[in-house]
């Protein structure tokens, strides 16, 4: 079942269009990570599917209910962190938490439990006393979207949540948003960190120009788009000698690194391998190490927003 249905969905300002007719299906208590870059349309799309902007043409469906003519009723289902900072500056941490739990009308007993998790699964406990004003800017991040979950919600917005996060922060939330979700919360999450959309999301979609050109899971998007291969081969020789041997071979790289690594990238890198296996074989240049080198999601990523960009211009 899907919990958020959009179709033609567009936004305009004045002659510069953000959001460019798109559809979207997101299935319920699945992690739907919507990838971009900068000034591609995400943030606009996140404001226009949780009401806080309306859409100049198209329609909105979250959970059932249309989220165009009945704002309200969303949102008091779905749970929204934006990328901009937003914290009480006077409150303690634990104070924070307690009254957003009071502003969703959070019963008492429900609200003292769920503060205590928080501060336990967010890494908070140490700070909890002290005021919001006073805590870094990656503190601040981690008790903005801590406070989130202190309501029932059935949809969460995540825009870019770990900012400003140290590693292990990061990966606690990821690992927090994960157990929810297979709790049934669905989750809807925008990163510029892309092996936090792999390691993270069940479905993802790319964004550029406001136009959706890829949606599917990144084991799917790795089979469809990553059919160029990475191949590194390590041996004792200088580059000047090996530039000169492969000369006329495409498709490869040079770098120093305690020898010379030769690094191929290409849809063709065995049939490029064989040729330089054949010439280092013949030169009698023995191979200290070779690894293939599967094809991340960031570089998928690169090559379909570079040829999107290609192709629209």
Not at 69 to 92: A, D, F, M, N
Not at 111 to 117: A, G
Not at 186 to 196: A, D, K, M, P, R
Not at 290 to 308: D, G, H, Q, R
Request: aromatic share 6%; charged share 25%.
């Amino acid at each position: 079942m899907s919990c958020i249905v959009a179709k033609s969905l567009s936004k305009s300002y004045g002659s510069t269009t953000a959001v460019d007719s798109i559809d979207l299906a997101v299935n319920s208590g699945k992690i739907f990570g919507f990838l971009g870059p900068n000034g591609a349309g995400k943030t606009t799309t996140i404001k226009l599917l949780t009401t806080l902007i309306a859409p100049t043409g198209g329609t909105i469906n979250i959970l059932g209910i249309d989220a165009v003519r009945h704002p309200l009723e969303v949102r008091k289902k779905i749970g929204v962190v934006l990328q901009q900072p937003s914290y009480e500056p006077t409150l303690s941490v634990e104070k924070s938490l307690e009254k957003y739990g009071m502003m969703w009308n959070v019963e008492r007993k429900t609200r003292k439990d769920r503060v205590k998790e928080l501060l336990s699964s967010f890494n908070l406990e140490e700070i909890r006393s002290i005021k919001n004003e006073d805590l870094s800017i990656g503190q601040r991040r981690r008790v903005q979207v801590a406070r989130e979950f202190m309501h029932d919600m059935e949809l969460l917005f995540l825009d870019e949540p770990t900012v400003g996060l140290d590693p292990s922060a990061r990966r606690g939330l990821l690992d927090f948003i994960k157990k929810k979700a297979k709790e049934g919360l669905t989750v809807f999450f925008t990163t510029h960190i892309l092996n936090e959309a792999e390691y993270i999301c069940d479905e993802i979609a790319i964004i550029n120009k406001g136009k959706i050109i890829a949606v599917d899971t990144p084991e799917e998007l790795k089979n469809k788009f990553g059919k160029e291969k990475t191949i590194k081969i390590h041996v004792q020789e200088t580059q000047k000698v090996l530039s000169n041997l492969l000369s006329g071979i495409k498709d490869y790289e040079l770098g120093f690194n305690s020898g010379t690594n030769i690094t191929i990238r290409s849809n063709d890198s065995e049939e490029v391998l064989l040729k330089i296996l054949q010439i280092l074989t013949t030169n009698n240049i023995p191979i200290e190490d070779l690894a293939v080198v599967p094809t991340s999601l960031e570089e998928i990523f690169l090559t379909m927003v570079k040829n999107s960009n290609a192709s629209s211009d």
